[in-house]
């Protein structure tokens, strides 16, 4: 597709849009008239040109079935027309046809990105501009009720009627609406719907997957906060409460997600039950508003995506270019935390999932890498590598963050791991330490400035000397000390001086004889050749002299991938030379030898 054909693209939808707002007007005014039905007939001659000019594109889309709700709504809005249904024609233009046409813009938007300017066009790019706070507190205020919960359904009518249930039995207290949208279901799911009274309905006639059907449900919130959920969840009493007094409690607060029976990202809680009603009772004992158990996040799971609604508006929502949905979540905790916003974790709140049903129809093979690859390109970050906790702060014995009111970050990444050095500090003891962070890597910048008060940018760590104003209780260094061109003398010298007395020091260390080393050494990799190689007992000495007594080491193995699973089999099998119960207890021993060292110390 060249730049001609894009622009074609893109000007046509803004024509579309341009007679959308013209039948608002009318509507607005009450003149709307047969003889305006000519305009849908421009709008199906329109979606034809979009599709011809799309069909041809190598990039996945959903274009085609978004066109066809388009068409199937155009003809229910002609058929409202011609029977005087007059309620039915304004629910479906503002409900269907006006969320759908805005999908579908957002789907052909990114479709030709790579090819126009998209400053020339920053309706159809949301994150062209600032996000203006000022501005998301104000639409906030002019809402219609307190909260839309936004449930999103394809198929599986039972475990769809439990959530539904549970949100009608523990939502009563709050000022909200529901909005539930069948995302072309085949199963009674739209007859169920229909059947719930005061609920606003969005039927799709056909599916458009997970992406696209949780936006056009979100499009038709009127809430000042959204709370979208999928259809595998039961939610639980005081859920939504809890969740609100959270997100209220700091107009800086973007993003709330409550813990979950099945989930990653460390929101997990454990709720052992025997039945539905028992859950219920365990949970009601749970679901105490605690601050204590609020975490700030770089990346959060929406267990429910609680959001402030104008603020999803402005930023555009889901981001319609993950196909089938995987690491959607990642890219939207990364554009509201960079939009100025903070991620909390509510783990004084629990709900119980199921996993993964709505979603199962895109969780196709291989769509985990797919998504990777797509947020890789768009941020030059990897989603698990650069923006996930690292779980070996979990070993750090508590009584390490006593005291500590100040803490410097270097080379941490996105700040995932810091953070919950600042949370356990908080949950432990009360005080929500401030936050500085070093880097020499210039690609996390952006995401560092999010979370922390103070960010410092340097080539290698003896330029610290150099930073004034800097004194801490606590150094964190989360790039192993032997990936640094620094020898161990300039890294501890330079932590020294910017250490309050009694300060504490955690850092990483990769073992030199761990399975994952051993075999690139194998293999001569350059990068292992010209890598230092530190044991404890050497780095224990050379951080004595600068004031430091380590109080502990742990050694521990990072989740380990396929080829390096597949490394520990081949090496196994090798030194047994092909013995099977040899090679079984090759791959034990292995397996057990640790990648990584975690040393804490504290200045003498």
């Known amino acids: 597709m060249d730049n001609l054909t894009a622009t074609k693209l893109l000007e046509s939808l803004h024509v579309g849009r341009e007679g959308i707002i013209y ?157 539930l949208v069948d995302n072309g279901s085949n199963d009674g799911t739209k007859e169920y719907f229909n059947s719930i009274n005061g609920a606003k309905v969005i039927h799709l006639k056909y599916n458009i997957h997970l992406v696209k059907g949780f936006n056009i449900g979100l499009m038709a919130a009127e809430g000042k906060y959204c709370a979208a959920v ?50 219920q009772e365990r949970a009601k004992a749970y679901n105490v508003s605690d601050p204590a158990k609020w975490e700030e996040r770089v990346v959060l799971l929406p267990n429910v995506l609680c959001c402030p609604t104008a603020l999803l508006d402005r930023i555009g929502y889901y981001d319609t270019r993950y196909y089938r949905g995987e690491f959607l979540d990642d890219d939207i905790s990364f554009r509201i935390r960079r939009a100025g916003y903070k991620l909390v974790y509510c783990g004084d709140t629990v709900a119980h999932h ?78 929500k330490p401030i936050i500085s962070v070093c880097s020499t890597e210039r690609k996390y910048d952006l995401d560092v400035r999010s979370i922390s008060e103070q960010v410092i940018t340097l080539d290698n760590l003896i ?17 192993p000390l032997d990936l640094y061109s620094d020898d161990l003398d300039t890294i501890f010298n330079s932590v020294a001086d910017k250490m309050n007395t009694n300060g504490k020091l955690i850092f990483m260390v990769n073992n030199g004889i761990s399975i994952e080393m051993l075999y690139e050494m194998l293999n001569s990799s350059h990068s292992v050749h010209n890598r230092k190689l530190y044991i404890p007992e050497v780095i224990c000495n050379q951080a004595r002299i600068y004031g430091f007594e380590s109080t502990s080491i742990f050694n521990y193995a990072p989740q380990r991938s396929a080829d390096s699973d597949q490394m520990v089999g081949n090496l196994a099998s090798f030194l047994a030379n092909g013995e099977e119960k040899e090679t079984e207890y090759l791959k034990s021993l292995l397996n057990h030898t640790y990648g990584l060292y975690q040393m804490n110390f504290v200045g003498i």
């Open 463 to 479: 330029q610290l000397h150099s930073v004034e104003n800097v004194n801490v209780d606590l150094v964190y260094i989360e790039k």
């Open 230 to 279: 999928c259809n595998d969840f039961i939610f639980t009493p005081n859920w939504i409460e809890n969740l609100m007094i959270c997100i209220e409690s700091d107009p800086k607060i973007g993003f709330v997600s409550p813990g979950a029976t099945f989930i990653s990202n460390l929101q997990q809680i454990s709720v052992p039950f025997v039945s539905k009603e028992d859950f």
């Open 23 to 179: 039948l608002e007007n009318c509507i607005k005014q009450e003149e709307m008239s047969l003889s305006d039905m000519g305009i849908f007939d421009d709008f199906l001659n329109l979606i034809r040109v979009v599709e011809n000019l799309t069909n041809t594109s190598t990039i996945p889309n959903r274009v085609k079935e978004i066109n066809a709700n388009i068409i199937f709504y155009i003809n229910e809005l002609k058929q409202n027309m011609m029977s005087d249904k007059v309620d039915s024609f304004l629910y479906n233009f503002k409900f269907h046809f006006t969320s759908l046409f805005r999908v579908l813009e957002y789907e052909v938007a990114y479709l030709v990105e790579n090819i126009v300017t998209k400053s020339d066009y920053p309706n159809f790019y949301p994150e062209i501009g600032i996000v203006d706070h000022e501005d998301i507190i104000m639409n906030g205020k002019n809402s219609k009720c307190k909260v839309s919960i936004v449930l999103l359904a394809y198929n599986n009518l039972s475990y769809t009627k439990d959530c539904v249930e549970s949100i009608l039995m523990n939502t009563g207290d709050i000022d909200y609406e529901l909005i």
């Open 354 to 431: 199921y996993g993964s049903l709505t979603t199962a129809v895109d969780h196709q093979s291989n769509s985990l890498e797919e998504g990777r690859v797509t947020f890789r390109e768009r941020y030059d970050l990897d989603a698990w590598l650069d923006a996930r906790m690292n779980v070996a702060y979990l070993d750090i014995d508590e009584k390490l963050f006593s005291g500590v009111n100040s803490i410097l970050g270097i080379d941490v990444k996105c700040g995932a791991t810091l953070l919950q050095l600042k949370n356990r500090i908080w949950s432990s003891y009360g005080n």
